[in-house]
């Protein structure tokens, strides 16, 4: 079993559109994460969350919205998807405290 | 000064060589450290905690020095599957714990 799963892998869309991406974990941790990794493989973080806290990045774009219906998941929503925000998107999740994070396999998006 | 700084790389070495990595951090409160490892077009997955004493698992030794606010990785023996990119990493305090990566250092064994 993938301990934490995103869909979907690959993303082409076009400019101006909306996108989300879907992201599970089945490990029972209490944090989740986004990070976005550009062309210049730097991992940056966007959010951080659990069941009762949001943190945001003061750099991410208010186009960038996460979601969570519950504990296991934390989406990302995408509005009017600009040609800077192709990157690869990576969830993560940890227990919190000093645990190291588990990353999903990663969301390739390309805005074209 | 950035968040979590690394060699930018990228380190060549021939199999068996000797390869050290080199990380410092600016928040002086951090909590705890971490090496990942980046293989191309994968998720980063964990190498190693690093602990203050100092914990080696194989041939990675890993160093922490708080007065100094620097985390070392130690590679003995390098095999052709070590080629990768090393992720420094931090804990930083917060009602998060955000984990906070270096820009990661490329590491290419060659035969």
């Known amino acids: 079993d993938t301990a934490v799963s995103q869909t979907p892998k690959y993303l082409v869309t076009q400019m101006g559109n909306d996108k989300s991406i879907k992201c599970e974990q089945n490990?029972?941790?209490?944090?989740m994460y986004w990070y976005k990794q550009d062309s210049k493989k730097f991992l940056k973080i966007m959010f951080s969350?659990?069941?009762?806290?949001?943190?945001i990045n003061e750099t991410v774009p208010n186009r960038f919205s996460p979601k969570s219906p519950d504990k296991a998941h934390l989406n990302l929503h995408i509005n009017s998807l600009e040609l800077g925000d192709s990157a690869v998107y990576f969830c993560?999740?940890?227990?919190?405290?000093?645990?190291?994070?588990?990353f999903g396999q990663g969301t390739r998006l390309t805005v074209v | 000064r950035k968040e979590v700084e690394q060699d930018p790389g990228p380190f060549n070495v021939p199999e068996g060589a000797t390869v050290a990595f080199n990380c410092t951090y600016s928040?002086?409160?951090?909590?705890?450290f971490f090496w990942y490892r980046q293989d191309c077009r994968k998720e980063p997955k964990l190498l190693m905690s690093?602990?203050?004493s100092g914990n080696e698992d194989g041939r990675f030794t890993a160093q922490l020095n708080r007065a100094s606010q620097y985390i070392s990785l130690l590679i003995r023996d390098s095999k052709l599957s070590d080629s990768a990119t090393y992720l420094c990493?931090?804990?930083?305090?917060?009602?998060?714990?955000?984990?906070?990566f270096g820009k990661g250092t490329k590491l290419s064994v060659k035969p």
């Open positions: 969350y659990n069941n009762k806290e949001l943190i």
């Open positions: 490990l029972g941790h209490d944090t």
């Open positions: 990493v931090v804990n930083f305090v917060g009602s998060q714990g955000n984990l906070i």
């Open positions: 690093v602990y203050s």
């Open positions: 928040n002086s409160a951090s909590q705890s």
């Open positions: 993560a999740s940890r227990q919190g405290g000093n645990t190291e994070a588990f």
